[in-house]
């Protein structure tokens, strides 16, 4: 949407310039203020300790993680959600997960945060039954939540630790699940 604007008012001052050479006055455009992006609100990218209390332990997983603008209210209704969607991905070949759901953040003070998560993943890992190595998850549909404590750096960059959880509350046979924890790196728009 940006670059649609910036090529819109590029044409808008060059056709003026070009108009202006052949004595013809033409209106330039006013100086506009580009707003943040209503759609993209933060992009986060970190690493995972893979469920270090599992039998899949001892492996890393990336996490990728998108959160959109609020569909409504602003920063300081933090008891309204923004959508995200995410993965993790398992750099030895144990569970993956892709994700969607909710997240609130609330601020604890200028450059300090709370964040609590929840949605629902599907995961490419089996029941568990076939190999003893993998946690028998029960469902390729999984519940989950997360948790993170962050810290502002700059006015666009962010870190924070986060603590995720993935089961399926006991609605499939088996219902081991799958708990990450790591660091991540956030950039808001």
Not at 111 to 126: K, L, Q
Not at 150 to 177: K, P, Q, Y
Request: glycine share 12%; charged share 20%; proline share 7%.
């Amino acid at each position: 949407m940006r670059l649609i604007l910036c090529f819109f008012l590029s044409c808008c001052v060059l056709g003026g310039a070009y108009a202006a050479d052949f004595g013809e006055q033409q209106p330039g455009p006013e100086a506009v203020a580009l707003a943040p992006d209503p759609f993209f609100d933060e992009v986060r990218l970190g690493v995972y300790a893979h469920d270090p209390w599992s039998p899949e332990t001892g492996s890393a997983d990336l996490n990728i993680e998108v959160l959109f603008g609020k569909p409504w209210g602003g920063d300081a209704d933090w008891w309204l959600p923004r959508p995200h969607v995410g993965a993790a991905i398992n750099f030895a070949g144990k569970t993956s997960t892709v994700y969607a759901g909710a997240s609130w953040q609330v601020p604890v003070t200028d450059w300090a945060f709370i964040e609590g998560t929840f949605g629902g993943s599907v995961n490419n890992g089996n029941d568990g039954r076939e190999d003893p190595d993998m946690n028998p998850l029960g469902c390729p549909v999984l519940f989950r939540e997360s948790a993170s404590v962050g810290f502002d750096l700059t006015e666009h960059w962010r870190i924070m630790a986060t603590v995720e959880h993935h089961s399926n509350a006991g609605l499939c046979d088996f219902n081991r699940g799958l708990t990450n924890a790591g660091l991540r790196a956030g950039y808001r728009f």
